[in-house]
């Protein structure tokens, strides 16, 4: 090992014991699969709670060895190098590990200080030009660590599915609230250190670590991972109050501390994953570029929201995702994303100004150019609202009878809105037909893709204030080739 893995802060070179305390208390991820590689995770943090935001570590930089294994015993080793876990990240570690096999399942494991990291199982993707078997993947949000346990993750990891996505919230940024049935250390969060240390918080949790270690993951941020209801570079208001150079901090350590510790490739979130000729998932991040919400936000009933200028993705992202949808890479078009993407609108016609009714002619241009191009299969996938939904997309929402051309399936939560309910009517189905679908339980959705059909269930565990509860498939539907809609 490097001899400055030995240099303690203020303290110069010294002889350290022969163990130092056990590093891997985060667990270890992946995630962005390609058909050669794969991105794997870990942070060296043998006390991720500290105030300072470094977990722990000796002020140096630490040599960590990490290794790639076709099987769970590391008896066949396929990839492996050494990287540097630099103090700089807060000893996060991000390697892409690359000369795999396209389409083909591993084991990942790191070392470092004398100790060995828990094993991850990831897999890559098919080939661009390979038709693909069936495969199945998972998509959730909005994990509050205060609205109860991870046990909806737990259940993701027994799943043993090929992909994970993740659509954002999956940190909360408020501090504690008395009364729940866990709590947030420490205030409302706000610097580098803050951020890092509730990282440090949610990934102690032995769930979410099981669901990372079961496969490799494709995340996305939305507003909680930063502050509530941010718009671009604008605060939906000055709660707390903050000058414009804090906030400007705040947000910038947000986004560090994001990119720190999750398996991403690349700074840039909006992506695309191909699964061969079978899937494209569009990654989308609606929050970085988006105008302000209109009308200052929550729901309204506002004029401003249908300002055809307006827009939640930018004119850059826009552009990426038409010409990529016109590419018709694979059978299916996912595309990932954070916010409610159908209409949907009150009786006294308000609707949510953070959604995409806020940025109407945004999903307007979004729709008509799939349409346009001809793409057979888009299927919007959607975080945020805490509960399930499965939606018609219309091409003219005030007429029940235009044509649907496309579908949108919300998962719910991870904990956040607490342990849910049976409640399946549909909020709003008067106003907004094309709505077919709801429900109050906390989860996930598994979707199981082929080439002529997607098989979706929505799946409720009973509850999150309590440990251990099971999961149930609440509802299924199957989507079919060449026919828009649930
Ligand atoms: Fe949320
Ligand atoms: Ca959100």
Redesign the pocket.
């Known amino acids: 090992m490097d001899r400055r893995t030995f240099v303690l802060g203020g303290l110069g070179a010294v002889a350290l014991p022969r163990k130092v305390a056990y590093p891997f208390t985060l667990g270890v991820a992946s995630g962005d699969p390609a058909p050669g590689s794969v991105v794997l995770w870990t942070r060296l943090a043998p006390s991720p709670l500290d105030a300072d935001g470094y977990g722990g570590m000796p002020s140096g930089d630490v040599r960590v060895e990490w290794q790639v294994s076709k099987t769970e015993d590391f008896g066949s080793l396929v990839a492996g190098g050494t990287v540097t876990a630099r103090r700089a990240g807060a000893h996060t570690v991000r390697v892409v590990a690359g000369g795999l096999k396209a389409d083909a399942e591993y084991y990942y494991r790191f070392r470092a200080q004398g100790h060995l990291s828990p094993v991850g199982r990831t897999r890559t993707t098919p080939a661009a030009g390979d038709a693909g078997r069936e495969f199945t993947f998972l998509f959730a ?2 994990a ?1 660590f205060e609205a109860g346990y991870f046990t909806a993750y737990r259940r993701m990891a027994e799943e043993r599915a090929d992909l994970v996505l993740h659509l ?2 999956y940190i ?1 940024e408020g501090g504690p609230k008395p009364g729940h049935v866990r709590q947030h250390l420490g205030p409302e969060i706000r610097t580098l250190a803050d951020y890092r240390r509730r990282y440090g918080q949610y990934k102690t949790d032995p769930d979410l670590q099981a669901a990372h270690a079961a496969a490799p993951w494709v995340v996305v941020p ?1 507003d ?1 991972d930063v502050e509530d209801d941010f718009a671009g570079t604008s605060r939906l208001d000055n709660i707390p109050a903050l000058s414009a150079a804090q906030w400007q901090a705040r947000r910038a350590a947000a986004y560090r501390a994001y990119f720190e510790h999750q398996p991403l490739r690349a700074e840039r979130l909006y992506r695309r994953i191909r699964w061969g000729r079978l899937a494209t998932f569009h990654m989308l991040d609606t929050r970085q570029f988006r105008d302000p919400q209109a009308c200052g936000g929550l729901w309204k009933a506002c004029p401003d929201a249908n300002r055809p200028a307006r827009t939640i993705t930018g004119a850059a992202q826009e552009a990426w995702l038409l010409d990529g949808l016109g590419q018709k890479l694979g059978a299916w078009d996912f595309l990932g994303q954070q916010v409610f993407f159908a209409r949907q609108v009150n009786a006294r016609g308000a609707a949510n100004m953070d959604a995409w009714d806020g940025y109407r002619a945004s999903r307007d241009r979004i729709q008509r150019g799939w349409v346009q191009r001809g793409v057979r299969n888009p299927v919007v996938l959607t ?2 609202i ?1 509960t399930a939904w499965a939606n018609d997309l219309k091409a003219d929402y005030a007429d029940p009878d235009s044509a649907t051309v496309g579908t949108e399936l919300v998962c719910t ?1 991870i904990t ?1 809105r607490g342990d849910g309910s049976a409640t399946a009517t549909i909020p709003n189905k008067a106003n907004n037909p094309h709505l077919k679908f709801y429900s109050d339980r906390r989860g996930y959705s598994r979707a199981t893709v082929g080439a002529t059909s997607v098989r979706v269930d929505f799946r409720g565990v009973d509850a999150v204030s309590r440990r251990g509860a099971a999961v149930r498939t609440v509802r299924s539907f199957t989507l079919r080739d060449g026919r828009p809609g649930i």
């Open positions: 949000s909005c509050n954002g919230d909360y939305d909680h975080g945020d805490h939560s956040s």
